[in-house]
């Protein structure tokens, strides 16, 4: 049914329709929404059988996940931010002992500087923790993508987070076809742990594993994420045949016929990319598009298929490798070795600057003339960081680097964009 | 596409109206995307929120720079905030309050430039916190404002305003919304009629 509703309500409900049966979660923007939601619909009993769990922190949130995944049950959570970082040891915990919970990264960046807006620093500081990793372009791909977690998660005994652009989508109010009960059904059946705690057949779960053992289980880790690289595009097809719609499967193009330049991003930013690649398009400039939408497993095979016939690629990513630069662009480049592409890395909406069409249009223009800086950070104000360098030039004393800046800024409340 | 931008502060239900006017377009069968500027809300600072209407899937998440419309909650941001920034030449204009825009002091900047005067019928003042006032009990002006809107703009009709208002808000608020809703929309018409005729 079509429906006009915030991003974080439609997860909500897409998550209560996978019949979860315990959630746990501790509230942090921009997630908080969501788990409200799920809290409503436990107590007023729309969504049964399921235990609605407080926790006092994100650590104690993903501890007690294992823990209820561990008895079988279907497990969900959501977090953010700091709220991912706090929970780290339990995350690694989860993906090595193999429990197929689904958590909800509402994006958000890391500080410090402390700031609750969006971009993807949260969930990519997570690339190795093995859990899949699923970036959402709109909220129906944020809902749909949450019911294909699951079955993903309990088919490869695996952790999956779903990763939302946190404001940009959790907080938009947008149209989305929620499927029915019936179709949810009809594609993610009952639960079926491989491994279960279980009194009646008692097993232990978390064994200390010495040298002798421990690269083989972390090599079947491994194993599976490269299973999950042929599982996902089988089950966006299964995903299509029951809802009708297509979801992400591992990468997704767009006017990439004949393209001599690729764009490559993830989320809610291939919506402004592709509304500035038509029009690039209209003015005869050869510019396709790459969505990621599984960053893990990386799709190295097809990415590497993707940009086979383009001459250059631009990878925006929303995170920086501090002392290098991309981290989505260092994926993207080990995929395309050896086949003598130009790359480009371009860092963009930290902290939750705005990413304009605009700026979009001179950025790429600039990347088709071969005239772009390997690593470029978007719309940086260059006046701000030369004023803060030369002040660390002038006094040993420099002061706060953040609170120099906001001081030079002067007040920005009045600034709309 | 159209673009409306929502100036107004904390707790005047700012991003409340962008969700209302994008259920009120989506009502009309059309493709809407509404969201909020983002900060951290408290009471009384300056709120922005954001609402695109279109025919097709939106797909844009830039922040609206270009608006044309603009709903201003909250006159006193006009001393604070650039809130006509990047508004198109013929962009519509609805402030809540009971003053007209040249006692605002802002006549000509409403108007537009010189040469090219913004049209009349493309701005109004609206008593929308009266409205609240009388209808809902409490000083909360986003739905009136709707109503204004519809009639300023006729982008949205009344009835999905209404319609908008009863998907958010249920029993005596829902009542009291509408109603404030219902009268904005014949003030403004009858303000724009009497525009028509001086």
């Known amino acids: 049914m079509l429906k006009q509703c915030e991003g974080s309500h439609a997860v909500a409900e897409a998550v209560a329709l996978c019949r979860p049966e315990v959630i746990c979660a501790y509230p942090i923007s921009p997630q908080t929404h969501i788990v409200e939601g799920l809290g409503e619909m436990v107590k007023d009993g729309q969504l049964k059988g399921c235990e609605f769990i407080n926790v006092e ?68 500081s997570q690339r190795d923790c093995g859990w899949i990793q699923l970036f959402a372009e709109t909220n129906q791909e944020a809902l749909d993508l949450h019911i294909e977690a699951f079955k993903l998660a309990e088919e490869l005994s695996l952790p999956v987070m779903v990763c939302m652009d946190g404001f940009i989508l959790t907080h938009a109010y947008e149209r989305v076809d929620m499927p029915t009960q019936e179709q949810v059904d009809a594609f993610l059946p009952p639960y079926a742990p491989r491994q279960v705690l279980d009194p009646a057949h008692p097993v232990s779960i978390g064994a200390m594993v010495g040298p002798e053992a421990f690269m083989e289980v972390r090599y079947l880790a491994h194993a599976k994420q490269m299973q999950a690289l042929e599982l996902i595009p089988r089950m966006a097809k299964e995903f299509e045949a029951v809802f009708g719609r297509t979801i992400g499967g591992l990468i997704h193009t767009y006017r990439a016929e004949d393209a001599e330049t690729m764009v490559i991003a993830m989320g809610s930013v291939l919506g402004t ?20 939408t599984s960053f893990r497993p990386f799709p190295l095979a097809a990415v590497a298929d993707a940009l086979r016939h383009c001459k250059r690629f631009v990878v925006l990513e929303k995170s920086l490798a501090v002392g290098i630069g991309g981290i989505v662009a260092t994926d993207v480049r080990m995929a395309v070795t050896g086949m003598g592409l130009k790359g480009y890395t371009v860092i963009a909406g930290l902290g939750g600057r705005a990413i304009t069409k605009k700026s979009l249009h001179a950025l790429f223009d600039k990347a088709t003339r071969g005239e772009l800086e390997p690593v470029t950070f978007l719309d940086l104000d260059w006046k701000v960081v030369n004023k803060q360098l030369e002040r660390e030039r002038q006094h040993r004393r420099s002061g706060p680097v953040a609170e120099n800046i906001l001081r030079d800024l002067g007040v920005v409340a009045a600034k709309i964009v | 596409m159209f673009q409306v931008r929502i100036h107004g502060r904390g707790g005047q239900g700012v991003v409340t109206a962008a969700e209302m006017l994008s259920i009120a377009a989506f009502e009309e069968g059309r493709h809407a995307q509404a969201f909020p500027s983002f900060g951290s809300e408290r009471t009384g600072a300056p709120v922005v929120a954001f609402c695109r209407i279109a025919d097709r899937e939106i797909r844009l998440r830039e922040p609206i720079m270009e608006p044309d419309g603009l709903i201003i909650q909250d006159p006193t941001l006009l001393h604070q905030v650039d809130v006509f920034s990047g508004l198109k030449l013929d962009g519509y204009v609805l402030i809540n309050t009971s003053r007209s825009f040249e006692e605002l002091g802002i006549g000509e900047v409403a108007a537009g430039r010189r040469a090219q005067r913004r049209p009349a019928d493309r701005k109004c003042s609206l008593p929308a916190s009266e409205l609240a006032l009388k209808h809902i009990g409490r000083p909360v002006p986003n739905a009136a404002l709707l109503g204004g809107f519809a009639a300023l703009s006729g982008l949205i009709t009344l009835d999905s305003v209404i319609a908008a208002i009863r998907d958010k808000f249920s029993g005596k608020v829902a009542d009291g919304n509408i109603a404030a809703a219902s009268e904005a929309y014949e003030y403004v018409k009858r303000e724009m009629r009497e525009d028509v005729h001086a």
């Open chain 1, 57 to 124: 922190s994100e650590f104690a949130a993903m501890s007690v996940a294992i823990g209820s995944s561990a008895t079988g049950a279907r497990t969900y959570t959501a977090t953010a931010s700091q709220g991912l970082l706090f929970m780290v040891e339990a995350v690694f915990n989860a993906s090595g002992l193999g429990l197929p919970i689904v958590m909800t990264v509402a994006n958000r960046a890391i500080g410090a500087p402390i700031n609750i807006w969006n971009d993807h620093s949260d969930s990519t």
């Open chain 1, 273 to 292: 990319i592709k509304d500035v690649i038509d029009e690039m398009r209209d003015a005869g400039n050869k510019i396709g598009v790459l969505g990621i």
